[in-house]
């Protein structure tokens, strides 16, 4: 009995041993699980805080950016250095950055490049500091700014009442031509407009002549007739507008004044730049070469190639040759007049980059080597005879706008298109 007892005992023991050894197995199975789980949600905890901080700086970054856009587009608007810039140039390319923008640690560079006058690309990239490193964002924006039509539409010639043409030669490009009463074309010319020629009254055109537009409208040619085109009115000499030309004139001159100043340049180049205003006639003759660089205006007749005898003026004697030359392209350039404008037989070749307006005619007679205009022609009455030659007026629609003043642009610079980096 006493040795069955000792190996019960035995028995005991080991199975204790045992017991305590699986606990023991156990507890540390379970404490390293423990430890596994503890690391896994502490491991996630800070992927999770990492995101999230991403994310807040990833927001931030993108309004930090859009900051940037806004400023370009506010700067274009109203800055004038950027608004000339923009609307005029057309390779025009400007970097800006601002050290600290929105947030204490942000910042932004803004670079805008021209792909021609009023649209542009900006790129703004965004950075923001944080602690081991940064965040960077780049937006790209395509803007525009449209020029709107000039007052006159889309016509390199304009006239309020009749446009009369004979024995002429010519070629209106990028436009059409309008009259508020008659287009009478006859004599043997030949007309060829790239857009529509229009009138209120009537187009007649003469069994040897010949008018080639896209469309012709009139009361008896395709109707209905156009709605009436109002006159647009320069300021000349209002001394109640500060924009008036008088007002902004680099130089103003009486009649008598600059005659003596075209005398004094007999036989050889006279040079305008800017405005040059003349409070009376203007008489352009005698072998006078004139370069106009910007506009000259005058109060009362101008004449181009005054029809002196032999061409003389005194003893110089000479066809006249004028060139008008655009110097900006958000500047005016062209020969205005309140009265009426006149090119005229002792003319031998005009080349004007500008408007030729006159309040009441423009009356062109000449036999000139040549006659171009970039621009437009713009006045009460026209009547062009050129005996042949030819001659060629390009539509420009910025010349017209902002030579007749105030030119509308689109009311906001327009979004097209934004792509993202990070």
């Known amino acids: 009995m006493k040795k069955i007892f000792n190996l019960k005992s035995a028995s005991q023991r080991i199975n204790h041993h045992c017991s305590s050894g699986f606990v023991l197995v156990t507890s540390i199975f379970v404490m390293l699980l423990l430890l596994s789980l503890g690391i896994f949600v502490a491991s996630f905890v800070l992927t999770e805080l990492h995101i999230a901080n991403s994310q807040a700086a990833s927001v ?7 900051s940037g856009v806004a400023e370009a587009v506010w700067r274009i608007k109203n800055d004038a ?27 932004y560079a803004i670079n805008i490049k021209n792909s ?23 937006i790209k ?12 539409g889309n016509n390199g010639e304009y006239a309020d009442g009749n446009i009369d043409m004979s024995g002429s030669n010519l070629a209106i490009v990028n436009g059409g031509f309008f009259s508020n ?5 006859n004599f043997w010319s030949t007309i060829n407009a790239d857009k529509q020629v229009q ?5 007649n055109i003469g069994s040897k002549s010949m008018l080639n537009a896209t469309e012709i409208h009139s009361h008896n040619i395709n109707p209905p007739e156009p709605d ?103 500047t005016p350039a062209g020969i205005l007049s309140k009265r009426n404008i006149s090119f005229e037989l002792c003319l031998d070749s005009f080349s004007g980059n500008g408007l030729i307006y006159a309040n009441d005619k423009i009356n062109i007679l000449s036999l000139p080597y040549s006659i171009a205009v970039t621009g437009g022609l713009v006045s ?5 005879t050129s005996i042949w030659q030819a001659m060629t007026i390009v539509y420009d629609n910025s010349v017209v706008n902002y030579t007749l003043g105030d030119p509308q642009f689109s009311p906001i610079v327009t979004v097209e298109h934004w792509e993202e980096e990070y």
């Not at 931030?60 to 859009?66: F, I, R, T």
């Not at 400007?94 to 929105?102: C, K, M, Q, S």
């Not at 009460?380 to 062009?384: A, F, G, H």
Request: glycine letters at 10%; aromatic letters at 8%.
């Open 181 to 185: 009463l008659n287009v009478i074309i």
């Open 199 to 203: 009138a209120v009254g009537n187009i």
């Open 141 to 152: 924006t395509l803007i525009y700014k449209a020029l709107g039509e000039s007052l006159v």
């Open 380 to 384: 009460r009455k026209i009547t062009l």
């Open 60 to 66: 931030q970054n993108y309004y930090l950016a859009e």
């Open 228 to 330: 009436p085109l109002a006159m647009p009115a320069v300021s000349f000499d209002n001394p109640s507008d500060p924009d008036s030309y008088k007002a902004r004139a680099n130089n103003i001159y009486t009649a008598s004044q600059f005659d003596t100043l075209l005398w004094n340049n007999r036989g050889g180049t006279l040079t305008l730049n800017g405005i040059t205003y003349v409070t009376g006639d203007v008489s352009i003759r005698g072998n006078n070469n004139l370069i106009i660089n910007g506009v000259l205006i005058a109060d009362g007749d101008i004449e181009l190639g005054a029809n002196t005898l032999l061409c003389c003026w005194g003893l110089n004697c000479g066809r006249s040759h004028i060139t008008i030359n655009r110097v900006g392209s958000t």
């Open 116 to 138: 021609s006058r009023g649209r542009g690309e900006v790129n703004v990239t965004s950075t923001l500091a944080l602690s081991g490193g940064s965040s960077r964002r780049v």
């Open 81 to 107: 250095t950027w608004k000339s810039q923009f609307e005029g140039t057309d390779d025009w390319n400007i970097t800006y950055t601002r050290p600290a923008a929105l947030y204490d640690n942000g910042s």
